[in-house]
């Protein structure tokens, strides 16, 4: 920057007025270079245009993006054509303009349980409802509009619902929440005593103990082959109601740490998939409704004991 004194050190020299101007220049084009950079993590792609960033089991909604073709009622055939006329896409079913939008990619809740467990009575969706709208729902209910002639959008709207409201049922607890099927393994010898988590792989259950009796028990799957849920006995000794992460950067929730990074923690991905699937060493529990009363209960220094 160019200063000016009494003294006439630094004073500007004639066409000063020239040499401001293109110091101006400069200047906005250094803005303009630097205004847009944003700090990206080292590898990563250009982000998306996602309508949220949250971890999802779903690839961005609107997957389904054949226009339907519409003739234009101002245009007037012509005598001597000049051109072959392109081709017309095939025309598909349009939404209905009055039909509202209830429930879509991201939406969660009993009524997205209710949507799969309808679903799934139809043979529409393939596994236990988790009340998350994902990209599976989207392709059940792309598949389930595509069968009865309403446009694929995989949004649930007012038609598409109140048509699968007349083909099912009212879901049954059983449906909306499946219980755990799996028997519980007889305890170890270490959990005999006291306020117990105990986790055995064989059976893949968790039962927590109090004094020797079981209280409840929940199925249960561990880490893969390359990262394993540690084997021993160990204590709680830190609670997070909605982890996420640091590392994955997924969600954790009623999380019940005991050996390090590893903890007990409900696991969307193992409610929609099963066994299909591992974690990343934690014990990861299919039942939330369960998991969340166990939550309520644990507390900080009780026991937990993993074995085979």
Not at 194 to 207: D, F, P
Request: proline share 6%.
């Amino acid at each position: 920057m160019i200063r000016s004194s009494r003294t006439g050190r630094g004073h500007a020299h004639r066409g000063g007025r020239g040499a401001g101007a293109a110091s101006a220049v400069a200047v906005l084009a250094l803005v303009a270079v630097t205004a847009g950079c944003k700090a990206e993590p080292a590898g990563s792609a250009p982000a998306a245009p996602s309508a949220s960033s949250t971890p999802t089991e779903d690839a961005k909604p609107g997957t389904d993006r054949t226009e339907s073709a519409t003739p234009s009622t101002s245009a007037k055939p012509s005598s001597t054509p000049k051109s072959t006329p392109k081709s017309t896409p095939k025309a598909t079913p349009s939404a209905d303009p009055q039909a509202k939008v209830l429930m879509a990619t991201g939406s969660q809740g009993k009524q997205v349980r209710e949507l799969q467990a309808r679903l799934r009575q139809i043979g529409h969706f393939d596994r236990s409802p988790t009340g998350y709208y994902g990209s599976v729902t989207v392709t059940a209910v792309q598949s389930f509009q595509g069968k009865r002639g309403l446009s694929r959008t995989g949004r649930t709207d007012t038609v598409t619902w109140q048509k699968l409201l007349g083909m099912t049922h009212a879901p049954t607890a059983a449906e909306l929440n499946p219980p755990t099927t799996r028997p519980a393994a007889k305890p170890d010898k270490r959990c005999m005593t006291g306020r117990v988590i105990c986790i055995s792989k064989n059976s893949r259950s968790l039962s927590w103990m109090i004094d020797g009796k079981v209280v409840s028990s929940m199925d249960v799957r561990f880490g893969s082959q390359y990262t394993p849920t540690r084997e021993g006995t160990f204590s709680v000794y830190w609670k997070s109601r909605h982890h996420v992460s640091s590392i994955y950067h997924t969600a954790m929730p009623y999380a019940m740490f005991f050996s390090g990074g590893q903890a007990v923690h409900y696991s969307s991905d193992f409610a929609a998939r099963g066994y299909n699937g591992a974690s990343h060493g934690c014990v990861n529990v299919r039942d939330e409704g369960k998991i969340a009363s166990l939550f309520a209960q644990v507390r900080n220094g009780d026991k937990v004991v993993v074995y085979k």
